[in-house]
């Protein structure tokens, strides 16, 4: 999946006098680890336990310093005004027909969460199907569809409190549009497939108490509950005891003949498995073996399975295999490998969406079952779409679309005809005229040329006076693809400059691009992305004293490398909920699955030494002037656990000497992102837009 006192003399940024801030005392301790031979110091190791009465005094002493900050930021408020004014439109996902109903989330605009609404075909009026904002009164309880019954009757959904990863599972009669008595909990990273009466899913063992947030997790398992019995009744499907740090995902497909098992070590490649459910007694067998590719059943055609597949081909191609004969010299291929990332495929109708990314934009194309195409579906700019699913006897599909500056839009689209129409556009208050977007290609330290989005308003001086964000990822080969954020609109109106950076590591141009970018190639994604920041300076975009930078996640570890590594680079950072100490993040809870993307400092020698070169905790200097940095956690992160930022933090605060506040903001009855209430949500991107101004001595009227 860590008392020593520190004071920062008073400091000016722009003319605005800052008081001086005085950082909470932090206790030291004796920890000494050995490395292969290499002590290495941990004495904030104490910070871990977040449920120890020290640790939570630590963090309210830490957040009063970070709120009374920000507190004397004289625009902070305007600047909230202006995002909660943003946000105040009328979202909508794509709809889901189910039966006769269609499915469907909307957010009115202050929504904490979106509602889910049913509605009878699409002329029908929508009526509340799920409000999660009624199952907690600060809006911090979320949920997500997770399949339906093949009858049309029922919807599993998923329930999680305060941005926990911890999910429970309830299912909604669709017809009666009442809850059943089904409650299925400690699930994680499941949904529900269906088979008869009832569905597999999988879950882990129940933890200890105050062990919730910060065990490792071991011991995934599949079950299948059939509707109307107690969890205890569960049948146990399918365990790996030799295995413990397995995740194990079920899936079955439309028609319910198949189930498969999707079986990963971690983060970077899997193997499935599957079973005819057609078959009386029929036992699991291997589809593809082995963890080194990234393999995706789409749906079963009769028989045999449509499977979307790296091996032999890094930029992926579909491929049909037969269960009984799964050797890869039987394989047909339904469509090749291009020069393009074959992003996605999905079925819908009779038909194939297959979705690729070609420097960084979406190209979708419809073609039938047997692989020839049928046409390219016309999208609105250079954005990124999604969607498109369809069950077999359906003729129309739905699929959103987004850039930068182009809101999430819904469009209607006719598998028979081709012929896409706006269903449901938002009605933001800006003006995207005002606003320009373009596509760059820089060349980072060992000359790869990488590619980024810069955004900005229109007819601004290139003078190097601007304040600038730069944002980027590069991990675990997710995608970051343009789309459209409300709260960067803040930016851009005040003249600042955006730009988010395609780094290695992700998976925007195939397999090869994310393994430059991992294990002991991760160095290039740090390379890239001060390569980034140093192409916006010498282009005049900002400038070293008006560049921020911005990553959450795999991201916040790009942030804390890059800070520690060219801390005169950057004045402004924002690491969020990172993974900042990388000799220890497979201690808690599913850290473990990062193994295959980061190495083990405990697995050998050349690993432990990568990440200790890197690792943003054990890089920081003392005696070292860092950027301007505001740390974001949030106390129920059991993702990337809060321990991370907390040593972070301490350690900063230690060895950093100069001016510029060094803070670390922690929101409560919060996890690591998913599923965060919209009112924490404006309030945080308050507080990072007015820190960024503050310090980059921003013209903010």
């Known amino acids: 999946m860590k008392f020593t006192l520190l004071l920062i003399p008073a400091l000016a940024v722009s003319g605005i006098a800052q008081a001086q801030l005085t950082y909470p005392a932090t206790k030291k301790v004796d920890q000494v680890d050995d490395y292969f031979g290499t002590k290495v110091e941990d004495p904030y190791r104490w910070l871990e336990d977040d449920n120890a009465p020290e640790t939570k005094d630590w963090v309210t002493a830490e957040n009063k310093v970070t709120f009374d900050y920000l507190d004397k ?71 997500g569809l997770a399949g339906t019954s093949k009858d049309k009757r029922y919807i599993g959904y998923t329930v999680s409190k305060a941005g926990s990863d911890w999910q429970e599972i309830l299912v909604k009669d669709l017809v009666e549009g009442k809850d059943t008595e089904d409650r299925l909990k400690w699930v994680k ?180 079952m047997e692989g020839i195409i049928v046409r390219e579906v016309k999208l609105p700019t250079v954005g990124s779409a999604s969607g498109f699913y369809a069950d077999k006897d359906q003729k129309i599909a739905f699929y959103s679309f987004t850039s930068i500056n182009y809101p999430y839009t819904v469009f209607k689209y006719n598998l028979e005809t081709g012929r896409s129409e706006v269903y449901k556009k938002p009605n933001v208050k800006f003006n995207p005229e005002d606003f320009e977007v373009n596509q760059v290609f820089f060349t980072s330290k060992d000359g790869t040329k990488v590619p980024m989005f810069i955004a900005h308003k229109k007819g601004i001086k290139l003078d190097g006076n601007n304040t600038a964000l730069l944002y980027g990822y590069g991990g675990f080969s997710v995608n970051i693809t343009p789309s459209f954020s409300a709260a960067n609109i803040v930016l851009m109106e005040n003249g600042g400059v955006y730009a988010v950076a395609t780094l290695r590591g992700g998976g925007e141009y195939g397999e ?29 975009y900002t400038s070293s004293s008006k560049l921020g930078i911005e990553g959450r996640s795999n991201g916040g570890l790009l942030v804390g490398a890059c800070m520690t590594q060219r801390p005169d680079l950057f004045k402004v950072a924002f ?12 201690k808690f809870t599913v850290g473990w699955g990062w193994v295959d993307e980061y190495g083990s400092s405990e697995a050998n020698a050349d690993e432990f030494k990568n990440l200790y070169g890197f690792s943003p905790l054990h890089n920081l200097k003392p005696g070292t002037s860092y950027p301007a940095t505001m740390v974001t956690t949030a106390d129920h992160d059991d ?63």
């Open 73 to 143: 930021i004289p625009y902070r408020g305007k600047i909230k005004n202006r995002l909660t004014e943003l946000y105040n439109y009328e979202r909508f996902s794509i709809p889901s027909k189910v039966g006769e109903y269609y499915i469907f989330s909307k957010n009115d605009g202050l929504q904490n969460q979106a509602v889910y609404y049913r509605q009878n075909g699409l002329d029908g009026a929508p009526e509340v199907f799920i409000d999660p904002n009624t199952m907690s009164p600060d809006g911090t309880t979320s949920i």
């Open 512 to 540: 090869n691009w994310h393994k430059n970018g991992m294990l002991l190639k991760k160095q290039n994604v740090f390379d890239d992305f001060i390569s980034a920041g140093e192409y916006l300076i010498k282009n005049g």
């Open 189 to 368: 990273f499941s949904g529900t497939a269906w088979k008869d009466d009832g569905f597999y899913y999988s879950r882990y063992d129940k933890p200890g108490p105050g062990e919730e947030l910060s065990k490792k997790n071991e011991y995934q398992k599949v079950f299948y509950h059939k509707m109307g019995t107690r969890q205890t009744e569960d049948k146990l499907v399918f365990e790996d005891k030799e295995h413990p740090l397995r995740y194990f995902g079920a899936g079955t497909t439309e028609d319910e003949r198949f189930l498969i098992i999707d079986i990963s070590e971690g983060t970077d490649g899997n193997q499935i498995m599957v079973q005819d459910l057609n078959e009386k007694d029929a036992k699991f067998e291997y589809l593809i073996k082995g963890f080194d590719n990234h393999n995706s059943v789409i749906d079963n055609v009769g028989g045999k399975l449509l499977v979307m597949t790296d091996v032999d081909a890094p930029n992926y191609k579909l491929v049909l295999i037969d269960p009984k004969n799964p050797d890869k010299k039987n394989w047909k291929t339904i469509i090749p490998e291009r020069p393009e990332l074959l992003q996605s495929v999905t079925t819908a109708g009779k038909y194939l969406i297959v979705t690729y990314l070609k420097d960084v934009a979406s190209k979708v194309y419809q073609y039938n």
């Open 575 to 586: 690491p969020g909920v990172g993974v900042m100490d990388m000799l220890r993040f497979q």
């Open 639 to 701: 993702r990337v656990v809060p321990a991370h930022s907390f040593k972070f933090a301490a350690r900063l605060q230690e060895c950093h000497k100069g001016p510029n506040p060094v803070l670390i903001r922690i929101e409560t009855n919060a996890g690591h992102g998913a599923g965060k209430s919209l009112t924490k949500i404006i309030d945080e991107r308050a507080d990072l837009w007015s820190f960024l101004f503050y310090n980059t001595g921003a013209d903010i009227k």
